[in-house]
């Protein structure tokens, strides 16, 4: 497992601009073992859905509704996944959670680890 601490929620008016930010810490067979990090979030009333998401090649994929808009980075040297998220709408408000997916690199045993979340709150 990786403990992860994300960054960077909060209020922002229609059409502007947020940066989320997830630092990973734990164990050296844990951290380099993470193949995937990304984005997920969760509206009230509503299932958690994946935002973005990033694999240690660099290759990415993102939902349909937050493409152009959203752009996700990683930072292997630093452990730290980014969400760079522009020209934000109402609908994007919720609780954004990261996310790490990987295998001890020792042990071999497959790990999701998550964060506690961080609020996003597009007024209209």
């Known amino acids: 497992q990786v403990q992860l601490v994300e960054s960077g929620g909060g209020l922002v008016q229609a059409g502007g601009s947020l940066r989320l930010s997830c630092a990973a810490s734990?164990?050296?067979?844990?951290?380099?073992?993470?193949?995937?990090m990304g984005w997920y979030r969760q509206a009230p009333g509503k299932q958690r859905e994946l935002v973005a998401v990033?694999?240690?090649?660099?290759?990415?994929s993102y939902t349909e509704s937050v493409k152009g808009r959203f752009t996700i980075s990683r930072d292997g040297a630093k452990n730290t996944v980014s969400l760079q998220m522009n020209s934000l709408k109402p609908e994007d408000t919720a609780v954004y959670y990261c996310?790490?997916?990987?295998?001890?690199?020792?042990?071999?045993?497959?790990?999701?680890?998550w964060g506690q979340g961080t609020q996003v709150t597009v007024s209209s």
């Open positions: 996310n790490a997916n990987g295998r001890n690199s020792v042990t071999l045993r497959p790990f999701s680890s």
């Open positions: 734990g164990s050296i067979s844990s951290i380099s073992g993470i193949n995937v």
């Open positions: 990033i694999a240690n090649d660099g290759s990415t």
